[in-house]
Structure formats: structure tokens, C-alpha cells
């Protein structure tokens, strides 16, 4: 049996929030945070928990523009997690920009260090990639800075590939290059 057998892969549900918040905080304190973020951990840790009642309670509301799945391990740790942004043709991205396609835009992937190299990533998106191609993604997307090459080769691993566009955000640190997984 592979590692990555062992995990459950599941959606978050609303009244796990103190743990969203606890592996958020975490993945703030990763080395490349900087790179893979848009917020720093002081700025997370200062949010009212009422705000990770309403992020938690977003994300498992079955409304079907978002959800965040976690990896529990065989311990009940939350080893990782990524969340699926559905986006609409004709609409702007979180960004601001436009949006050509129904598509899934997935964010916030993070591995705990220790459960790194078992195969977790790839089966925390086989169920993300599904989630978005049940509500009729195009593709899915993602970006990444082109600076941060472990996350990179992470996401060509499980199967993203360059679409060419790279997109500077403000705050940001350098372009991020946008990856794609096209319904296939």
C-alpha cells in the first residue's frame, strides 16, 4: 500500500475552523510563504475568529463556487490541503482579472513538511480536479512565482503544465507563472 492510501482526503466542514485556522498559520510559517502566499503569518494570526468561522463555513456550504479539501492522516493530523475557486466566463478572478472561462482556480496548497515526498499532493488535487470538473471546469488553473521551483515541480507532477501567462499581483514579489490542468 502507498502512503498516500493511509490519508483520508475530504472537505473541511464549518465547525473545523480552529484547525483551518491552525494549518493556515502553519503553511504561513513555511520557508517559502513569502512566495506561495498572498498574506503573512502576523496578518493571519491578527484575524477575529469570526473570520475563520465565515472562511470554514464557505468552504463547506455545499454552494459550489469554493471548496478546501484536507489530507488527515492515519494520526488525524491535517498533513495538507488546497482549496478550488470556481470562476465564470465573463467575470474578474480574485485578482482582477478577466475570466474567459468556467474554470477552477486552486489556491492555498500546502504539504506539512513531514508528509512531503508520499504522493499526498497528487491525491489532494486527483480530488480537487474532480470537484471542479463536476460543476463543469474547462480547465484548472494556478499560480505559482516563478521563484518557488518545489511547488513547481509539485504541480507538473500532478499533471499542471505552463499556459505561457504570468501575472504580476500587487504586493507581489515577482511574476507568478499561471499552470493549467485542461479537461481532458
Do not use: C
Amino acid at each position: 500500500m502507498r502512503m498516500e492510501e493511509r490519508y483520508v482526503v475530504r472537505e473541511i466542514r464549518a465547525d473545523e475552523w480552529p484547525t483551518v485556522k491552525a494549518l493556515r498559520l502553519d503553511a504561513l510559517r513555511d520557508p517559502v510563504a513569502r512566495l506561495a502566499f498572498l498574506e503573512t503569518y502576523e496578518d493571519a494570526a491578527a484575524r477575529p475568529d469570526t473570520f475563520w468561522q465565515e472562511r470554514a463555513a464557505r468552504s463547506a456550504d455545499g454552494a459550489g463556487v469554493v471548496r478546501q479539501f484536507v489530507a488527515v492522516a492515519p494520526d488525524g493530523v491535517w498533513a495538507g490541503t488546497l482549496t478550488v475557486l470556481m470562476e465564470e466566463a465573463g467575470t474578474k478572478d480574485w485578482a482582477g482579472y478577466p475570466v474567459e472561462r468556467r474554470q477552477g482556480h486552486v489556491v492555498g496548497v500546502f504539504i506539512r513538511p513531514e508528509h512531503r515526498g508520499r504522493g499526498l499532493i497528487e491525491t489532494l488535487f486527483a480530488v480537487g480536479l474532480e470537484w471542479a470538473w463536476e460543476r463543469g471546469a474547462s480547465r484548472v488553473r494556478l499560480l505559482v512565482h516563478e521563484d518557488n521551483g518545489r511547488a513547481q515541480g509539485a504541480y507538473r507532477k500532478a499533471g499542471f503544465v505552463p499556459s505561457g501567462a504570468t501575472v504580476d499581483l500587487a504586493g507581489g514579489e515577482g511574476p507568478e507563472l499561471e499552470l493549467v490542468v485542461e479537461r481532458g
